[in-house]
């Protein structure tokens, strides 16, 4: 899978997705660690990349776009924060989402659930 990671987290998580085949980059490869989230959210949606990110903001943010693109997966709860360990955690949760990713959605990533909001999110606040 094509992955931007989100300055939430360390570059270290893109640089070991990559190691296990994907295409990962962090926003500071892009020079955009202090941009705002929605040029984040534009880059990721034109290399058809899956934001990861532990900032809450970004799923209220991605409802608000009306879009199914980007997907989005969030670590949240009591994640570690070791790189090694965040990049482990969501290898070992693609297998159950990436089809959710692929067609446009929200996956939080908790240590003991995950949950899936598909995207576009109807109903939101306009």
Known sequence: ????VD????????SDLAAVGHDAVHVR??????TEDSVIFDRAAQE???VISADTDFGALLALRHESQPSLILLR????????EQTQLIVANLPQVEQDLNDGAI???EPTRIRVRPLPIQ????
């Open 123 to 126: 109903g939101g606040a306009r």
């Open 77 to 84: 709860g009591a994640i570690s924060r070791h790189p090694a």
């Open 1 to 4: 899978m094509r992955f931007l």
């Open 29 to 34: 490869d892009y020079g955009l660690q202090t």
């Open 48 to 50: 058809a990349r899956v």
């Open 107 to 109: 996956v939080v990533i």
């Open 7 to 14: 300055n939430a987290l360390s570059p270290d998580v893109a």
